[in-house]
């Protein structure tokens, strides 16, 4: 068993799970006019909605919630709060994974306070039901086992985050070893194996060293942190 439990998502599953999310909408007979992403993540699904749906307007709210991938979250604000007079209109406000469900309420409170729309209503791929304060209105799976969902829209930031955290935490990484010993640390870590990641990987282990989080001497890894 991995320590941290990470699935990785593929481009092909984004599209089959929006594309489930914006059948329930339908299904439900409600109409959206505008959609909202929650930046960054409600991204993709909101585009991909909005072509599903055949809704033109989008518009993001930021978050900036204090995520390292694979940790707990912190607390969430939104970070450029400008109004939009959206009276009168259905907005749908969307994001990946309601996890504590923290950000999706506050972006939620934020446009029906100071957007004043006619209904609001919430939509996410995911819904980790066994941890989430809050259930969006929508939502493709039910999640009962906290998992950390890596998407392909984040899979370079995610991974070099995921070094970045052995490099922190495992004692190993202190005394220095070689790449192959660190690839099977990351498997033990994060069950996902570098060789799946292609690219991503060495890309990633570039950013740790460039960050100054690793150093790499003659093919030894070592943390500086
Ligand atoms: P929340 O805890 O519901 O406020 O989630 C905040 C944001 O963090 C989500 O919109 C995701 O972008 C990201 N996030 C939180 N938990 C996960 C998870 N288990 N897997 C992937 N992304 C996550």
Redesign the pocket.
Known sequence: MARVPVKLVDWNEIVEWSRGLAGRIKESGWTPDLIVA?SR??FVPARLLCDFLDVSDLLAVQSQ?W?EAARA?ER?ILKYPYRVDASGKNVLIV??????????MLARDFVEREWKPGQTRTAALQW?STV?KYKPDYYYIEVRD????Q?PWTRLEDITQFIERLAREDERLKHGIGVDALRAIFVEWYGVRPEDLGWYWDEALRRAVARGVLVVEDGVYRSRV
């Not at 994001?95 to 999706?104: C, F, K, P, Q, R």
Request: proline share 0%.
């Open positions: 929650v993540g409600g919630h995520v979250a969430a994001d990946d994974i309601v996890d504590t469900g923290e950000t999706l980790i989430a906290w998992t950390w969902f998407y």
